[in-house]
């Protein structure tokens, strides 16, 4: 079935044969049309109140032509006439009536970037209210779109009043507080107000009780929605402006200064989604005061132990003198600190811990871990009396202190009921912290002169301003003064030696370090060999520890350096490397030899050994961490980590003969020795490890036969086929037996066709 092409798309279609160019300036003019000039202003009226700064944006967006876009604002007479106020690009746009307020910079506009703009009023008038018009000039090369905006602003008279008024500023704890407040506006359209009531306690911040409006909702502050919603908060809406709230069931910590505020609001945005305040204003409502039927004390703290520098005890006690009217109520104790001195307006306290009405302590995050390990403790000495003690005070401790005590009285509910809080007079801990200061100086104590003499030094530490120590020492090793250090072996605090990255198995008693004095360190370091010489010292780190606590690092220093530096008088050796063939086929047998010579004066056979080691690198190998493929050590041992068609063997005493059996791919690559020899001392019989000797690589390659780089894929391609052939018969087999079994004219065709033939027969 054909479908059927509509008549456009036809001759778009012929139009594409030859050059194709038309259809394609079709879609790109099409495109174009989709994309006009959008010019936007905000949604809505814009009501400000008269006497406030204000700023309208106008943004211009999908426009041709340079970034840098041009805007004039106009003001829409009521005759559709247009009054020029401000121009980006033409200063005298504006018209003479409002040329000296722009002038004076009462009205101007504020460029916010390459296509947007703000026509500003640093204080609008009520004469401003009007439709205010966003013009682009057009950069286009088509006009499409829309090139101007209008938002309407309207500006209101400053009418609204607040008067509040408490009806009893003085009442007894229990009773109710009325909290009356009268906000009074002249009536404007599309504006709505709200009341908000706030407290403040001294000179603490004022604090949010409840707030009624815009939208006729209520919103409760953080710390009295428990209250309002057991019913200790209460409207009074009686109509006419007039506003209350009713606090029930006063409390002491109810004393303090009230405040009563009023916003005036408007809707803003699409559909008046959005909230915004355009005024607001407060008034201090007076103090009320909470006369308590309680349950009075009065709280002192004192220091009974000031700490005079770090780890000395703190012991802060906290007593509660003057108490009246407890009967069966209970106390509890807060315990809080700050980092600022006292008298610090902007002072932040942290709990540390509390101890409430039942007696249960109660931590605060940051001190848990101290508390739980006893270096903070948090008790009642007495009913009255209340310790806080820290074991070992620190750095981190120096700041002010202040404990609150908090009353306590049993409810109907068999609950507990908080019925004043009484805060302590801060007390200050201070000290000048010591700056701790530690010092390492190294000696020789025996001096390493020839190879396989023993090397010793000791370090003596001097501490200052630490306590609680414990040392830690780590000997270190460069090869060159300055040079890339190596770590030998250390000795922890806690006295575990510790091997570091001296790893040569058959040297590993050659290093000794112990603690032999109550601040001394002495290294040893038996049998010198010319590897060991170099620049040593001691790198000491001093530890302290609190109470059942890790330990915690201080301070380091590292002490001068001790070089071992006897003079080498040992022959010089050369090593090298000689392949018999570098090309051989699979399966042969290629032998390589590491020829090690000696350059200068020769020692007698027995008093020389080597450590062999081979090689083999591929292409994918790693230079870090090659393992060899077979080694012998200086006694004769083998040892292999490749393949068991590997050998080595001594066939003189400077030759060693790598021997590579039936040769297969994978053996292909780069090879080379390595060699560490060992000289006997004929002054203390110990054997000398001489530094390590390396040789050039030879490289060995397979050749590759053509039959056998081509049986694997014939006869791959050749059973591939014979199965292919195999299947297709089988496959035809099956369709004929299906074909002729399911005829059922077939058949009978055939048999009258036969007995035609036997009749004329």
Partial sequence: ??????????????????????????????????????????????????????????????????????????????????????????????????????????????????????????????????????????????????????????????????????????????????????????????????????????????????????????????????????????????????????????????????????????????????????????????????????????????????????????????????????????????????????????????????????????????????????????????SNIFILRMLQTRDVDMGSYSCAVTAWKPTKQSGWEKTKEVQSAPVTVQWTPKIPVLQVVAHRVREASTGGSTFEMSCQVTGQNLKNLGYSVLIRFEETAGGKSRKVLSLSQDSVLQLEEWSEPSRIDSVVLEKTGQLEYRFRLYGAQVTDRGVYYCDVTAWTRHQSQDWIKAVSAESNKIEIAFLHSGPVFNISIHSEANNVSPGDTVQMKCIISILEASPNTGDMAFDVRWFHKTDRAVDNGVQPLISMDRWGVVKKTGSNETSLERTDRHTFVLSLHKIEDRDVGEYYCTATPWLLSPATGAWNKEKDLTSASSFLSVKTQLWESLKMPVGYGLAAALIAGLLSVLLGLAVAHCCFSRNPMHTPRSRNKLMDHLEMD
Avoid at 36 to 51: D, F, Q
Avoid at 112 to 120: F, N, P, Q, R, S
Avoid at 292 to 316: C, D, G, M, R
Avoid at 362 to 370: E, G, M, T
């Fill in 1 to 382: 079935m054909t479908k059927a092409i509509p008549w456009e798309n036809h001759r778009l279609h012929k139009m594409d044969k030859g050059t194709g160019l038309r259809p394609v300036i079709l879609i790109i003019a099409l495109v174009s049309f989709c994309e006009a000039r959008v010019v936007k202003v905000p949604v809505g009226s814009l009501v400000h109140v008269e006497g406030q700064a204000v700023s309208i944006r106008c943004d211009v967006s999908d426009y041709e032509g340079p970034r840098d876009q041009d805007f004039e604002w106009y003001l829409v007479l009521a005759d559709e006439k247009l009054l020029s106020i401000v121009s980006t690009f033409d200063s005298n746009f504006v018209d003479s009536s409002m040329r000296d307020r722009v002038n004076s910079g009462e009205i101007s506009y504020n460029k916010l970037g390459d296509a947007a703009v703000e026509l500003k009023f640093k204080k609008v008038r009520a004469t401003d209210s009007g439709v205010y018009r966003c013009s682009t000039p057009s950069t286009d090369s088509v006009v499409r779109g829309n090139y101007y905006a209008d938002v309407e602003l309207k500006v209101i008279g400053d009418s609204l009043k607040v008067a509040p008024v408490i009806p009893k500023s003085a009442v007894s704890e229990g009773e109710s507080v009325e909290l009356q407040c009268s906000a009074t506006r002249g009536f404007t359209e599309h504006t709505f107000l709200s009341v908000t009531w706030s407290f403040r306690k001294e000179s603490s911040p004022l604090e949010e009780i409840l707030t009624f409006g815009p939208d006729d909702k209520i919103k409760v502050g953080r710390n009295y929605t428990q209250r309002y919603t057991d019913g200790g908060l209460q409207l009074d809406l009686r109509g006419s402006g007039f506003y209350g709230l009713i606090l029930k069931r006063a409390k002491p910590s109810d004393q303090g200064e009230y405040v009563c505020a009023a916003q005036e609001w408007v809707r803003q945005g699409e559909e008046g989604r959005n909230w915004r305040k355009i005024l607001e204003k407060s008034e201090e409502m007076g103090k009320v005061v909470v006369t308590p039927t309680e349950l009075q004390f009065k709280v002192t703290l004192t220091a009974s132990l000031n700490p005079q520098s770090t780890s000395e005890p703190t012991e802060l006690r906290c007593e509660v003198v003057d108490l009246l009217h407890l009967q069966d109520g209970r106390l509890g104790v807060t315990w809080s600190y700050s980092t600022n001195t006292p008298g610090d307006v902007s002072q932040k306290k942290l709990t540390i811990a509390s101890l409430n009405e039942q007696g249960a302590l109660i931590a605060d995050s940051q001190y848990q871990q101290r508390l739980d390990s006893g270096d903070i403790a948090v008790t009642r000495r007495e």
